[in-house]
């Protein structure tokens, strides 16, 4: 019985190694063996120094496959966190984005947060569409957020000039909303060096600009937002850090 079982396995993971592969796969995984190869002749301990991850930027980004951060900013691997998701959206339900916030800041300690929008974003484009799309119209509330409190303005303007406009409010608010958040706050209650940045990405000429709407202390928060924090809280530090291998370890 137990051999059976093996042969059954066996026979599937041979299926499984022999099933047609898709040809942009197998390019993929050829372009891979090229560039490691490449940067071994180069540069013989490259990999080996990946090891070390201290990153000083993690920079929140759209998941559109166009927008490439690392190339477009020539930042090498090791430099910058990144975090990806539709029409870069900072939420404070959203688990995911504030766990890495919290890794980013209390663990890596790093000094910028860059949220990056671009044009041409879809999920931007489709938050303005009033038809049905699915879980994603949920998803999106909060960019018809922006477009509402903005109306007066972006309904005056043409298609185009009101996506792009869009496109750059969103990112403001986003700006805002990491601001609002109480792992934000409390870096800076705590005395840490911590810029929120707004950038855009304009895709039809490739250049990143700085929206200069760069947050960097308590006062831009507004009353309604600004958590109080109690030295119980200030003074507590982190039940787990990072050794110099990235390697968790627990007081």
Same mark, same amino acid.
């Not at 760069?214 to 809280?233: A, H, L, M, Q």
């Given at each position: 019985?137990?051999? &059976?079982?093996?042969?059954?396995?066996?026979?599937?993971?041979?299926?499984?190694?022999?099933?047609?592969? =898709?040809?942009?796969?197998?390019?993929?995984?050829?372009?891979? @063996?090229?560039?490691?190869?490449?940067?071994?002749?180069? =540069?013989?301990?490259?990999?080996?120094?990946?090891?070390?991850?201290?990153?000083?930027?993690?920079?929140?980004?759209?998941?559109?496959?166009?927008?490439?951060?690392?190339? $477009?900013?020539?930042?090498?691997?090791?430099?910058?966190?990144?975090? +990806? #998701?539709?029409?870069?959206?900072?939420?404070?339900?959203?688990?995911?984005?504030?766990?890495?916030?919290?890794?980013?800041?209390? !663990? $890596?300690?790093?000094?910028?947060?860059?949220?990056?929008?671009? %044009?041409?974003?879809? &999920?931007?484009?489709?938050?303005?569409?009033?038809?049905?799309?699915?879980?994603?119209? #949920? /998803?999106?509330? *909060?960019?018809?957020?922006?477009?509402?409190?903005?109306?007066?303005? $972006?309904?005056?303007?043409?298609?185009?000039?009101? /996506?792009?406009?869009?496109?750059?409010? #969103?990112? +403001?608010?986003?700006?805002?909303?990491?601001?609002? $958040?109480?792992?934000?706050?409390?870096?800076? #209650?705590? &005395?840490?060096?911590?810029?929120?940045? &707004?950038?855009?990405?304009?895709? @039809?000429?490739?250049?990143?600009?700085?929206?200069?709407?760069?947050? %960097?202390?308590? @006062? =831009?928060?507004?009353?309604?937002? =600004?958590? +109080?924090?109690?030295? @119980?809280? !200030?003074?507590?530090? *982190?039940?787990?850090?990072?050794?110099? +291998?990235?390697?968790?370890?627990?007081?």
């Amino acid at each position: 019985m137990i051999e &059976g079982k093996q042969k059954e396995k066996q026979d599937l993971m041979s299926a499984l190694n022999t099933a047609p592969k =898709d040809e942009l796969l197998l390019t993929m995984l050829s372009n891979n @063996e090229r560039y490691r190869q490449r940067k071994m002749e180069e =540069d013989p301990s490259y990999f080996v120094r990946l090891k070390e991850n201290y990153p000083k930027v993690l920079m929140i980004t759209c998941v559109d496959s166009r927008m490439i951060p690392h190339l $477009l900013t020539r930042t090498p691997p090791g430099k910058m966190m990144l975090f +990806r #998701n539709i029409a870069n959206i900072i939420a404070a339900s959203d688990i995911s984005i504030v766990s890495t916030l919290h890794y980013a800041i209390d !663990l $890596l300690d790093v000094k910028h947060i860059i949220i990056m929008g671009h %044009s041409g974003c879809a &999920g931007v484009i489709t938050s303005t569409i009033l038809s049905y799309h699915g879980v994603i119209d #949920n /998803y999106l509330f *909060p960019v018809k957020k922006v477009y509402h409190e903005n109306e007066a303005e $972006l309904s005056k303007l043409p298609k185009e000039a009101m /996506y792009r406009r869009l496109q750059e409010l #969103n990112v +403001r608010e986003q700006v805002s909303n990491c601001i609002r $958040l109480p792992v934000v706050q409390k870096a800076w #209650n705590i &005395g840490k060096e911590l810029f929120i940045h &707004g950038w855009f990405f304009e895709m @039809e000429t490739g250049k990143v600009m700085d929206l200069n709407i760069t947050k %960097s202390r308590k @006062e =831009d928060i507004d009353e309604i937002y =600004d958590f +109080r924090f109690g030295p @119980e809280i !200030l003074g507590a530090s *982190p039940s787990w850090k990072l050794n110099k +291998r990235n390697s968790i370890l627990y007081h």
